[in-house]
């Protein structure tokens, strides 16, 4: 009986010493792969930075024109300045020229007026 619990126990201790390989085994494949999927995410973001890395130099660049293109465009408003200027002091009188031409028409509308009773005789409404 000693010498068949003696070999029970090998045969246990072999088989548990199977089931632990096989176990340890599958327990480095799971890791393997748990550390596969976070090098990959890694990896992912890597790219991800690159790319969003290049759209922001980018941008970078489109900001530089525009400030470039602002900047000629504050110019040339600069030198339109004076120009508008006398444009709306063209514009300021030619209205007021509108208001004398408007007080002078009416004079003269008045003075047509004074012209016609003087020039007709008062007498000519009986050959009517």
């Known amino acids: 009986q000693a010498k068949s619990r003696a ?10 010493h199977v089931l632990a390989e096989d176990a340890f085994g599958k327990v480095a494949t ?3 792969g748990e550390l596969n999927v976070a090098a990959n995410e890694y990896a992912l973001l890597g790219r991800m930075n690159a790319v969003a890395g290049e759209k922001y130099a980018e941008m970078g660049k489109v900001v530089a024109g ?5 900047n000629s465009l504050r110019q040339k408003d600069e030198a339109l300045a004076p120009y508008l200027k006398q444009l709306n002091d063209i514009d300021m009188q030619v209205a007021e020229l509108e ?24 007498d000519a409404s009986l050959w009517e």
Not at 7 to 16: I, P, S, T
Not at 99 to 122: C, N, Q, S, W
Request: proline fraction near 5%; charge should be positive; glycine fraction near 12%.
């Open 30 to 32: 799971a890791v393997k």
């Open 66 to 70: 525009l400030g470039v293109f602002m």
């Open 99 to 122: 208001g004398v031409v408007a007080a002078l028409d009416r004079h003269t509308g008045a003075l047509e007026g004074r012209f016609r009773k003087l020039t007709i005789p008062p």
């Open 7 to 16: 070999g029970a126990a090998k045969r246990v201790e072999a088989d548990l």
